[in-house]
Protein backbone atom coordinates (compact mmCIF):
# COMPACT_ATOMS: atom_id res chain seq x y z
CA UNK A 1 0.00 0.00 0.00
CA UNK A 2 1.82 3.43 -1.01
CA UNK A 3 1.35 5.91 2.11
CA UNK A 4 -0.29 8.46 0.34
CA UNK A 5 -2.89 7.19 -2.47
CA UNK A 6 -4.09 10.00 -4.73
CA UNK A 7 -6.55 9.16 -8.24
CA UNK A 8 -4.24 10.02 -11.11
CA UNK A 9 -7.21 10.56 -13.36
CA UNK A 10 -7.07 13.02 -15.41
CA UNK A 11 -10.20 14.21 -14.36
CA UNK A 12 -12.55 16.58 -16.62
CA UNK A 13 -14.77 19.05 -15.04
CA UNK A 14 -16.15 21.57 -17.31
CA UNK A 15 -15.42 25.86 -16.97
CA UNK A 16 -17.43 26.75 -13.77
CA UNK A 17 -18.35 23.17 -12.24
CA UNK A 18 -16.90 22.11 -8.92
CA UNK A 19 -13.77 19.72 -9.11
CA UNK A 20 -13.14 17.47 -6.29
CA UNK A 21 -9.89 16.08 -5.51
CA UNK A 22 -9.31 13.26 -3.19
CA UNK A 23 -6.77 11.67 -1.18
CA UNK A 24 -5.70 8.72 1.44
CA UNK A 25 -3.12 7.87 3.57
CA UNK A 26 -1.81 4.86 5.36
CA UNK A 27 -0.06 6.59 8.34
CA UNK A 28 -2.75 7.04 11.01
CA UNK A 29 0.03 9.21 13.25
CA UNK A 30 -0.21 11.73 10.30
CA UNK A 31 -0.63 15.65 11.72
CA UNK A 32 -0.22 17.61 8.81
CA UNK A 33 -2.22 17.73 5.09
CA UNK A 34 -1.25 19.65 2.13
CA UNK A 35 -1.94 20.67 -1.52
CA UNK A 36 0.08 21.43 -4.15
CA UNK A 37 -0.60 22.69 -7.52
CA UNK A 38 2.08 21.70 -10.24
CA UNK A 39 2.08 22.83 -13.88
CA UNK A 40 3.93 21.35 -16.18
CA UNK A 41 8.10 21.91 -16.14
CA UNK A 42 7.40 23.68 -13.11
CA UNK A 43 8.09 23.25 -9.00
CA UNK A 44 5.15 22.88 -6.69
CA UNK A 45 3.32 25.63 -5.28
CA UNK A 46 1.58 25.71 -2.42
CA UNK A 47 -2.47 26.00 -2.16
CA UNK A 48 -3.69 24.86 1.06
CA UNK A 49 -2.52 23.21 4.03
CA UNK A 50 -4.72 22.00 7.06
CA UNK A 51 -4.20 20.38 10.55
CA UNK A 52 -7.84 20.13 11.88
CA UNK A 53 -10.52 17.59 11.36
CA UNK A 54 -13.46 19.00 9.36
CA UNK A 55 -13.41 21.74 6.84
CA UNK A 56 -10.91 24.95 6.09
CA UNK A 57 -11.82 26.88 2.97
CA UNK A 58 -9.63 29.98 0.85
CA UNK A 59 -11.32 31.65 -1.58
CA UNK A 60 -12.35 28.62 -3.94
CA UNK A 61 -10.53 26.54 -2.63
CA UNK A 62 -12.08 24.04 0.39
CA UNK A 63 -9.69 21.13 2.08
CA UNK A 64 -11.17 18.67 3.84
CA UNK A 65 -9.66 16.66 6.28
CA UNK A 66 -11.27 13.57 8.49
CA UNK A 67 -8.36 11.53 10.32
CA UNK A 68 -10.74 8.47 11.18
CA UNK A 69 -11.17 7.74 7.82
CA UNK A 70 -7.27 8.92 6.74
CA UNK A 71 -8.83 10.96 3.81
CA UNK A 72 -8.40 14.58 2.56
CA UNK A 73 -9.86 16.11 0.00
CA UNK A 74 -9.71 19.16 -1.91
CA UNK A 75 -12.73 21.22 -3.73
CA UNK A 76 -11.93 23.52 -6.56
CA UNK A 77 -15.02 25.93 -6.81
CA UNK A 78 -16.12 27.96 -10.23
CA UNK A 79 -12.96 26.06 -11.86
CA UNK A 80 -11.13 27.73 -14.38
CA UNK A 81 -9.05 26.54 -17.01
CA UNK A 82 -6.24 28.36 -15.56
CA UNK A 83 -6.54 25.73 -12.88
CA UNK A 84 -5.51 23.11 -14.95
CA UNK A 85 -2.68 21.72 -13.56
CA UNK A 86 -1.48 18.33 -11.55
CA UNK A 87 -2.28 18.27 -8.06
CA UNK A 88 -0.13 16.95 -5.22
CA UNK A 89 -1.89 15.72 -1.77
CA UNK A 90 1.50 15.79 0.45
CA UNK A 91 1.57 14.11 4.02
CA UNK A 92 3.95 15.06 7.34
CA UNK A 93 3.58 11.88 8.91
CA UNK A 94 5.08 10.60 11.90
CA UNK A 95 8.43 10.96 10.17
CA UNK A 96 10.21 14.14 11.52
CA UNK A 97 8.83 16.86 9.26
CA UNK A 98 9.07 15.12 5.68
CA UNK A 99 6.82 15.65 3.18
CA UNK A 100 5.53 12.50 1.46
CA UNK A 101 3.30 13.31 -1.87
CA UNK A 102 0.93 11.52 -4.14
CA UNK A 103 1.09 10.46 -7.44
CA UNK A 104 -0.79 13.58 -8.17
CA UNK A 105 -4.17 13.89 -10.41
CA UNK A 106 -4.24 15.63 -13.19
CA UNK A 107 -7.29 18.22 -13.58
CA UNK A 108 -8.27 19.61 -16.70
CA UNK A 109 -11.10 22.31 -17.15
CA UNK A 110 -12.18 22.98 -20.66
CA UNK A 111 -13.43 25.79 -21.34
CA UNK B 1 7.71 36.50 1.56
CA UNK B 2 9.34 32.91 2.01
CA UNK B 3 11.21 32.95 -1.68
CA UNK B 4 13.75 29.87 -2.37
CA UNK B 5 15.69 30.51 -5.53
CA UNK B 6 17.53 27.47 -7.38
CA UNK B 7 20.49 27.77 -9.75
CA UNK B 8 21.07 26.84 -12.89
CA UNK B 9 17.54 26.50 -13.69
CA UNK B 10 18.28 24.32 -16.61
CA UNK B 11 21.92 22.23 -16.84
CA UNK B 12 23.26 19.94 -19.90
CA UNK B 13 26.50 18.10 -18.83
CA UNK B 14 28.18 15.41 -20.41
CA UNK B 15 28.09 11.57 -19.03
CA UNK B 16 30.92 11.73 -16.31
CA UNK B 17 31.13 14.96 -15.81
CA UNK B 18 29.95 16.85 -12.19
CA UNK B 19 26.91 18.97 -11.56
CA UNK B 20 26.56 21.36 -8.84
CA UNK B 21 22.83 22.59 -7.94
CA UNK B 22 22.58 25.65 -5.18
CA UNK B 23 19.15 26.24 -3.10
CA UNK B 24 18.88 29.53 -1.60
CA UNK B 25 16.39 30.72 0.79
CA UNK B 26 16.47 34.47 0.28
CA UNK B 27 14.10 35.90 2.74
CA UNK B 28 14.27 33.63 5.67
CA UNK B 29 16.43 31.39 7.22
CA UNK B 30 16.23 27.59 6.57
CA UNK B 31 16.77 25.37 9.19
CA UNK B 32 16.26 22.14 7.06
CA UNK B 33 16.78 21.89 3.08
CA UNK B 34 15.04 19.15 1.20
CA UNK B 35 16.34 17.69 -2.27
CA UNK B 36 13.81 15.91 -4.65
CA UNK B 37 13.76 14.15 -7.55
CA UNK B 38 11.42 14.28 -10.06
CA UNK B 39 10.93 11.77 -13.18
CA UNK B 40 8.49 12.24 -16.18
CA UNK B 41 4.79 11.72 -15.18
CA UNK B 42 5.96 10.60 -11.56
CA UNK B 43 5.64 12.51 -8.43
CA UNK B 44 7.99 13.97 -6.06
CA UNK B 45 10.33 11.81 -4.62
CA UNK B 46 12.64 12.83 -1.64
CA UNK B 47 16.40 12.49 -2.31
CA UNK B 48 18.10 13.86 1.09
CA UNK B 49 17.37 15.87 4.23
CA UNK B 50 19.92 18.32 4.91
CA UNK B 51 20.09 20.28 8.57
CA UNK B 52 22.22 23.45 8.54
CA UNK B 53 25.92 22.70 9.77
CA UNK B 54 25.14 18.41 9.94
CA UNK B 55 25.60 15.98 7.51
CA UNK B 56 21.96 15.29 5.24
CA UNK B 57 19.96 12.06 5.92
CA UNK B 58 19.80 10.33 2.90
CA UNK B 59 16.52 8.14 1.70
CA UNK B 60 17.22 4.31 1.42
CA UNK B 61 18.20 3.75 -2.39
CA UNK B 62 19.61 7.46 -2.69
CA UNK B 63 23.69 7.16 -3.38
CA UNK B 64 24.93 9.67 -0.39
CA UNK B 65 28.71 8.99 -2.47
CA UNK B 66 27.01 10.00 -5.82
CA UNK B 67 24.59 12.82 -4.93
CA UNK B 68 26.52 15.00 -2.24
CA UNK B 69 24.61 17.72 -0.32
CA UNK B 70 26.00 20.34 1.33
CA UNK B 71 24.15 22.77 3.61
CA UNK B 72 26.85 25.23 4.77
CA UNK B 73 24.59 28.26 5.95
CA UNK B 74 21.09 28.88 7.27
CA UNK B 75 19.82 30.28 3.41
CA UNK B 76 22.15 27.87 1.05
CA UNK B 77 22.33 24.29 0.69
CA UNK B 78 23.74 22.86 -2.37
CA UNK B 79 23.60 19.35 -4.37
CA UNK B 80 26.48 18.25 -6.60
CA UNK B 81 25.50 15.03 -8.98
CA UNK B 82 29.23 13.32 -9.32
CA UNK B 83 30.07 11.02 -12.07
CA UNK B 84 26.14 11.94 -13.70
CA UNK B 85 25.24 9.59 -16.28
CA UNK B 86 22.30 9.84 -18.33
CA UNK B 87 19.58 7.94 -15.98
CA UNK B 88 20.51 10.98 -13.81
CA UNK B 89 18.96 13.28 -15.97
CA UNK B 90 15.48 14.57 -13.68
CA UNK B 91 13.86 17.66 -12.49
CA UNK B 92 15.85 18.44 -9.39
CA UNK B 93 13.66 20.36 -6.18
CA UNK B 94 14.54 22.01 -3.20
CA UNK B 95 12.47 22.77 -0.63
CA UNK B 96 13.06 24.99 2.53
CA UNK B 97 11.12 24.77 6.10
CA UNK B 98 11.81 28.07 7.95
CA UNK B 99 13.07 28.47 11.22
CA UNK B 100 9.60 29.65 12.44
CA UNK B 101 7.49 27.47 11.14
CA UNK B 102 7.68 23.05 11.40
CA UNK B 103 5.07 22.16 9.01
CA UNK B 104 5.52 24.26 5.73
CA UNK B 105 8.17 24.39 3.33
CA UNK B 106 8.37 26.51 0.28
CA UNK B 107 9.59 24.98 -3.39
CA UNK B 108 12.56 26.57 -5.50
CA UNK B 109 11.49 26.38 -9.18
CA UNK B 110 13.62 23.41 -9.70
CA UNK B 111 16.57 22.59 -11.76
CA UNK B 112 16.32 20.58 -14.89
CA UNK B 113 19.08 18.29 -15.52
CA UNK B 114 20.23 16.47 -18.87
CA UNK B 115 22.84 14.12 -18.88
CA UNK B 116 24.27 13.42 -22.64
Known amino acids: QKEVEQNSGPLSVPEGAIASLNCTYS??????FFWYRQYSGKSPELIMF????GDKEDGRFTAQLNKASQYVSLLIRDSQPSDSATYLC???????????FGQGTILTVHP | GAVVSQHPSRVICKSGTSVKIECRSLDFQATTMFWYRQFPKQSLMLMAT?????????EQGVEKDKFLINHASLTLSTLTVTSAHPEDSSFYIC????????????FGPGTRLTVT
Open chain 1, 27 to 32: DRGSQS
Open chain 2, 50 to 58: SNEGSKATY
Open chain 1, 90 to 100: AVIGTSYGKLT
Open chain 1, 50 to 53: IYSN
Open chain 2, 95 to 106: SARSVTSFYEQY
